[in-house]
């Protein structure tokens, strides 16, 4: 059969994709997990120009029997106008949803419209089950025998019993040589994805994970990590993410990993990872292994610098813990990505803006600053429809973290979304200007901050002169607007 699977081409507003473009792992360990199969790889964030056409040439060009397409919450509207205009193009060409919002919210889609575009749905973790769909299609097995498959019978979505989370030691490595288009990079450096485990045990109340992986934590062999770092390598690979949900979970385990891929010669690349404060600041053997074995960006949790906050969310109080595994990174040259989350409950202007201090003070190199999200079948979902606090319950376009679904019982969903881009334009300007990125790319650092920024500030001072504050947040909000329009693909393809 003639497989072609795709990944949406919507990108949270939080993202440059100038800077970087990171590729999609799920669909390279499909492809990897195929066997007897011609397979196909269009990663659609790297063609986000006239989809309808790109989509409308593959179909033709291709003709593939099979299309699976992957989706999060934010992304599923875009994923049913591509299977609609796909149908459109060759009806017989089937179609499979997979992914976090179709594991979640799978029931619903299939008795509601949304789910007429598809004949599939694949819930939870995808390699074995879409393996053994297409087997089903084959005559090989039924259809009925495929556990976390959903599929039309009779007209009707029947919903096979779930499957067991996968076993991690019969996964092959994903295939990225099957990718129709390159230009994944960060920086201008080719960039790639690995994962060494998945799960996480954690139970943060704003994670919709468990749903996908349940409350586990399996990891790959580390002689399978390293030769899928070799892969990559070979494709000219010069960054790395370990898209890990939790790599902190055994501390040894990431030292040895580290180990391993100083030994393996493989410290020659850079890797961005994302860690626990608490995992980070628990090891000072760990950083050092981190810095030997090439990490250069570690994005950390820090999510909030309230103690109420932090109990709500379950995380505990990790602001020490934070203030130590900042330190200890940075000591060792590698920077961080602080990530916070704003828009809790109790939430006022000065509680979101002590968060942005704490990340001046701390001196954080790179800032994640999300606004929380409502995920479907998620606890803290529960509490706020409980409160009335949720605004926007149903248009999941705009659940991606960028965009303010929820109020407080202070501030309104405008002023929250307000108060994030006036907080991130006061102390933006410590980006690109700290010391540990000084020491990391003099140059550039340099470059920016002697160079661009001046000019840039300039602008900038230009613009508060002439437009009034509130006129260059709603500039602000129309560019974020743009970023996932796609008006082709909306356009003559069956209303909004």
């Given at each position: 059969?003639k ?19 990171p590729p999609?792992?799920?669909?390279a360990?499909l492809?990897g ?11 659609l ?23 699976g397409?992957g989706?999060?919450s934010?992304?599923f ?5 591509i ?7 060759r009806?017989?060409?089937a179609?499979?949803?997979g992914?976090?919002?179709p ?8 008795m509601s419209?949304n789910?007429?575009?598809?004949d ?8 074995s ?11 090989k097995r039924?259809l ?10 009779d007209?009707?979505?029947?919903h ?10 019969k996964?092959k490595?994903?295939?990225?040589t ?20 998945r799960g ?18 399996r ?8 030769e899928?770092?070799?892969n990559?390598k070979?494709?000219?690979t010069g ?8 790599i902190?979970l055994?501390i040894?385990r990431?030292?040895?990993l580290c ?7 493989h ?8 860690a626990?404060?608490?995992?980070i600041?628990s090891?000072d ?6 810095a030997?074995a ?6 950390l ?9 932090l109990?709500?969310f379950k ?14 990174l940075h ?37 994640a ?19 009335g ?5 149903d248009?999941?376009?705009r659940?991606?973290t960028?965009?303010a679904?929820?109020?407080?019982h ?8 307000f ?5 991130n ?5 410590n ?5 540990t ?7 550039i650092?340099?470059?920016v901050n002697?160079?661009w ?5 300039l ?6 002169v ?11 909000m129309?560019?974020a607007?743009?970023?996932n329009?796609?008006?082709d693909?909306?356009e ?5």
């Open positions: 059969m497989i072609l699977l795709l990944s949406m081409p919507d990108c949270t507003p939080l993202f440059n994709l100038k800077r970087w473009k999609n792992l799920a669909i360990s492809a997990n195929i066997e007897g199969h011609e397979i196909r790889i269009g990663d964030l790297l063609n986000r120009d006239n989809i309808k056409q790109t989509i409308t040439e593959l179909i033709h060009d291709y003709t593939p029997d099979l299309v397409l989706a999060m934010f992304q509207a875009t994923a049913h106008r299977a609609t205009l796909i149908k459109n193009v009806k017989e060409t179609t499979v949803l992914g976090y919002h594991t979640l919210l799978y029931d619903e889609i299939c419209d789910g007429k575009p598809f599939y749905i694949i819930r939870g973790e995808g390699e089950t879409f393996s053994e769909l297409l087997d089903a299609m084959e005559g039924g009925e025998s495929v556990r976390g498959l959903s599929y039309r019978k007209g009707v979505f029947t096979n019993s779930p499957r067991p989370a996968e076993d991690m030691d996964l490595l994903p295939d990225r099957k990718r129709i288009w390159g230009g994944n990079h960060f920086n201008g450096v080719p960039l790639d994805i690995i994962e060494t485990s996480c045990t954690m139970p943060c109340n704003f994670c919709c994970m468990e749903k996908m992986y349940g409350r586990s934590f990891t790959y062999p580390i002689p399978r990590v390293i899928d770092i070799s990559c070979k494709l000219g960054w790395i993410i370990f898209s890990d949900d939790n902190c055994d040894k990431f030292e040895d180990d391993a891929i100083t030994e393996a010669g410290n020659d690349i850079n890797y961005i990872v994302q626990s404060s608490s995992g600041a090891s053997a760990l950083v050092e292994k981190m030997r090439g990490f250069k960006i570690v994005f949790g820090i999510e909030n610098v309230s103690e109420e906050n109990r709500r995380k505990g109080n990790i602001v020490e813990s934070t203030r130590l595994a900042v330190k200890k000591d060792k040259d590698m920077m961080v990505t602080g990530g916070i989350i704003l828009g809790s409950p109790e939430d006022k202007e000065e509680s979101i803006a002590d968060n942005y201090r704490f990340l001046e003070e701390m001196d954080i190199d790179f800032y600053d999300q606004i929380l999200t409502p995920y479907p079948k998620t606890p803290i979902r529960d509490e706020m429809l409980q409160a606090l949720i605004t926007n319950k248009d999941y376009r659940y991606n960028f965009w679904n929820v109020k407080t202070h501030l309104s969903s405008d002023e929250i979304q108060l994030r881009w006036k907080y334009d006061i102390y933006g300007d980006m690109l200007a700290t010391e990125y000084r020491r990391n790319y003099p140059f650092y340099l470059l002697y160079f920024r001046p000019i840039w500030n602008k900038r001072g230009l613009s508060r002439k437009l009034t504050e509130r006129q260059r947040y709603e500039e602000a129309q560019r607007e743009e970023t329009s796609f008006r693909l909306y003559d393809n069956g209303g909004q």
